[in-house]
């Protein structure tokens, strides 16, 4: 038990953290969150009946290149529920720097919950003891980093009208390369043959840097219209 | 900047929200954590030692639950071992060990057993003439005994080795050596077996099987033929009751009786070969009690019936005679009966190349304890004698077909040449054709000694644990025995009966060991930490990023201030 209130305080701590920690906790934007909750949990059943019809049920756990592709390219209906969180949702005039913010949050959130806390619950919870739940929060986190980066890319993106334009190619390559990670990971980790801790590492190198490098994007776009 | 009205609107809408929310959260966890999930790293099927008791006394294991974390190594001296489950497998079971733990009863959490393979019942490997398993087997056999007779008060499971087990043997062994044992503290793996206290078996039953193939009468012929009975018990009793097959103590001789049966039943069927004999074949019970079955069955018999009997011949551990059987008498050699027996079998041993002794054992009517099914007999005055492998009478629950009695260390060729033996000694006899050479059962004729039946037979009975207290009126087994016999024979009928109330059992023999593989509490407290911090810098890493240093630091004023707000 105090196992799984570790594990979960991993997963799920750094949400709760970062709400109350930035801005967002002041002008309320939970609303937002769970709204983009919503939508994720939309687009996670439209992808789940993609994937159903589309995929060819594989008894092996062989890296099939067609098939991971196609559920690549699936995995982009993740791209639009997050346009359709960003632009459509009507949110209480909260600044766009908060709104993106807190979309990635809400979507990181209900992925998190969706993911991670039913195996949390049944795993950890148990007398066994494995490293995998600890790596699973960990993994919740590079998640956190990279849905935030896709929001703040994507406000970007769809959003803020008058940007650089030298920038722009930058934004839609780093977007691009954002909403493939989840292919990447599972190539490295079916494809390639890496281990959890190894894919776990990578991921979370991975989000650290895209979320710097959107950070920086965001900033930069930022000034001349400030 | 938001307006602080509309703030504080919100607010007051996330506490009804939140107040009602929170109850439906906690239900559903709440369910959810009624569902038990068996999530084991390893589980393995265990034979717990058998626990009953004789006239109240208790033997055995005499508890049954497990919850303790494992150890291998007793090295260090004077240590506390009372909240340690010790996992041993017998290849290094040690004498000082067994005299410490069980014979002199120093507190121990568990033992867990492991066995070989061999010993397994379903193994299909066949090592059977190698020195090592026979070492093996007197060793197991020593420690069957030692545990039978012992009273155990901490839980005794048995094992067998596989992969999983010998993977989690090595980490416990490697963890000892590099003194860590499991504890509390220090984690490693623990043994968990979830089980009620056992229960006492209500009036455990025993069932008898017995059939007739009665002889020719000849024509206004009003006087009863004389009877001539073959009789083998056919239950056992070991240190585990799931694990005792008896595949010589009595496999062997029930596998005899039912081939000693087939044969007569083809002589039998034909008019011109019907002996002036009836032969009576009884499968008997409750073999490892005192013969209890054996007795209760004969007292059922009528006087007439019982006076009918000529003699009755019981077989028993056939295979284990390596260099010839033996024939157990209670009467003195000079019996009529007994030196007609006696001469028949010597004249056929004679010619299969076979040595067969005489071995005389007087009743002693005061002692309670029966070392020969022959001794119910002869107590009742019925002529009988016990043809056995055995030299020398058995102790109470000694040779019962326990733990290492096993269709490996069978020899097979052994029991079709004592089938042979009785079967053609019985023919002459029943035929008139004593001191004749003359071979009705000769190899390759119609009536030739099946070593396939044999076989078969003896892999079934090699399967099928037969403790009697765990086997049910209308358990299976029984069911095929009556079948079977019922196939050569007429009038099989079973007889129940309680067992003897001088001995008590309980139930739980079986059950589920599950290993996991646990963290320390000290792990848990670290990883909460590191936990702790990592949140802590993450939220002052945020707060500085997005508001500056100023906020982070008017942070931990802010709570006074904020409830002046409210107000």
Do not use: H, T, W
């Given at each position: 038990m105090f196992h799984f209130f570790n594990c979960a305080i991993l997963t799920f701590g750094p949400h709760a953290v970062y709400y109350s920690a930035t801005p967002l906790s002041e002008y309320d934007t939970l609303g937002t969150s769970v709204k983009t909750a919503v939508v994720y949990l939309v687009t996670a059943l439209v992808k789940l009946v993609c994937l159903a019809t589309f995929l060819k049920v594989s008894e092996s756990d062989i890296f099939d290149p067609s098939q991971e592709l196609l559920k690549a390219l699936i995995g982009f209906i993740d791209v639009a529920g997050l346009y359709f969180a960003l632009t459509q949702l009507t949110h209480r005039n909260i600044s766009q720097n908060h709104k993106f913010q807190a979309v990635g949050l809400g979507w990181a959130f209900a992925d998190s919950v969706l993911h991670r806390l039913a195996p949390l619950w049944v795993g950890a919870r148990g007398l066994e003891f494995t490293w995998d739940y600890v790596l699973q929060g960990l993994e919740a986190n590079a998640n956190l980093m990279l849905s935030l980066s896709l929001a703040a890319l994507g406000s970007l993106m769809w959003l803020r009208k008058n940007k650089p334009k030298t920038l722009i190619p930058i934004i839609y390559a780093c977007a691009g390369f954002v909403a493939t990670m989840p292919s990447i990971t599972s190539y490295l980790r079916w494809g390639v043959g890496w281990r959890l801790p190894e894919v776990v590492g990578f991921q979370l190198f991975t989000s650290l840097t895209m979320a710097l490098v959107s950070w920086q994007l965001f900033s930069a776009c930022q000034k001349p219209s400030a | 900047m938001a307006d602080p009205n509309t703030a504080a609107t919100a607010n007051r809408r996330r506490h009804v929200f939140d107040s009602s929310f929170y109850p439906v959260v906690a239900l559903v966890f709440i369910l959810i954590a009624c569902?038990?999930?068996?999530?084991?790293?390893t589980v393995v099927d265990v034979y717990r030692l058998i626990q009953y008791d004789i006239s109240g006394a208790p033997f055995g294991s005499r508890a049954s639950s497990l919850n303790h974390h494992a150890g291998s190594s007793f090295s260090a001296p004077g240590s506390d071992l009372s909240r340690t489950v010790a996992i041993l497998s017998l290849r290094e079971l040690n004498e000082t060990f067994i005299r410490e733990?069980?014979?002199?009863?120093k507190p121990l959490g568990g033992l867990l057993l492991l066995l070989p393979q061999v010993f397994r019942s379903d193994n299909s490997q066949t090592v059977v003439d190698d020195s090592e398993y026979t070492d093996m087997k007197k060793q197991l056999t020593d420690l069957e005994q030692r545990l039978i007779h012992s009273t155990i008060q901490y839980p005794v499971y048995f094992a067998f080795e596989d992969e999983d087990l010998a993977k989690v043997l090595a980490d416990i062994q490697r963890n000892d050596a590099a003194g860590q044992p499991a504890t509390a503290t220090t984690g490693g793996y623990k043994f968990i077996v979830t089980s009620t206290a056992p229960k006492k078996l209500a009036s455990p039953t025993m069932t008898n099987i017995q059939g007739w193939l009665p002889g020719l009468k000849a024509d206004g012929d009003s006087n009863q033929l004389p009877t001539i009975a073959i009789v083998a018990s056919y239950d056992t009793f070991g240190a585990a009751p799931g694990l005792s097959v008896g595949s010589d103590s009595n496999g062997s001789g029930v596998v005899a009786l039912l081939e000693i049966a087939r044969l007569f039943s083809v002589l039998y069927s034909n008019p011109n070969t019907r002996g002036r004999y009836n032969l009576l074949f009884g499968l008997t019970s409750?073999?490892?009690?005192?013969?209890n079955g054996t007795q209760k069955w004969l007292r059922s018999f009528d006087q007439r019936l019982r006076e009918s009997i000529d003699y009755a011949i019981c077989l028993n551990s056939l295979s284990s005679g390596d260099n010839g059987l033996w024939l157990h008498v209670s009467k003195p050699p000079e019996n009529a009966y007994v030196k007609q027996i006696f001469e028949g079998l010597s004249n056929v041993a004679e010619e299969l190349g076979l040595k067969v002794g005489l071995k005389h054992k007087k009743i002693n009517v005061s002692n309670s304890r029966v070392a020969w099914e022959h001794e119910q007999f002869s107590r009742l005055r019925v002529t009988a004698a016990t043809l056995s492998g055995l030299s020398v009478a058995p102790n109470l629950l000694e040779n019962t077909g326990g733990i290492a009695d096993k269709r490996e260390f069978v020899n097979e060729a052994a029991i079709v040449r004592s089938v042979k033996l009785v079967a053609e000694s019985l023919a002459r006899h029943i035929y008139g054709q004593e001191g004749k050479n003359i071979n009705i059962f000769a190899d390759n004729s119609s009536l030739a000694v099946s070593p396939s039946y044999i076989g078969s037979w003896l892999d079934l009975l090699s399967r099928t644990p037969r403790v009697a207290p765990f086997?049910?009126?209308?358990?299976a087994f029984i069911m095929a025995l009556k079948k079977e016999l019922a196939d050569h024979v007429v009038e099989v009928n079973l007889q129940h009966d309680v067992i003897d109330g001088m001995f008590t059992f309980y139930d739980s023999t079986v059950g589920t060991l599950q290993i996991y593989q646990v963290a320390s509490v000290t792990f848990d407290l670290l990883l909460l930490l590191v936990l702790g911090s990592y949140l802590i810098t993450l939220f002052s890493f945020l707060v500085i990023s997005t508001r500056g240093v100023d906020d982070l630091i008017s942070l931990f004023r802010r709570p006074p201030s904020r409830k002046a707000k409210a107000a």
């Open positions: - | 569902v038990e999930l068996c999530d084991a790293s733990y069980i014979d002199q009863g409750g073999g490892p009690y005192n013969y086997l049910s009126k209308d358990d």
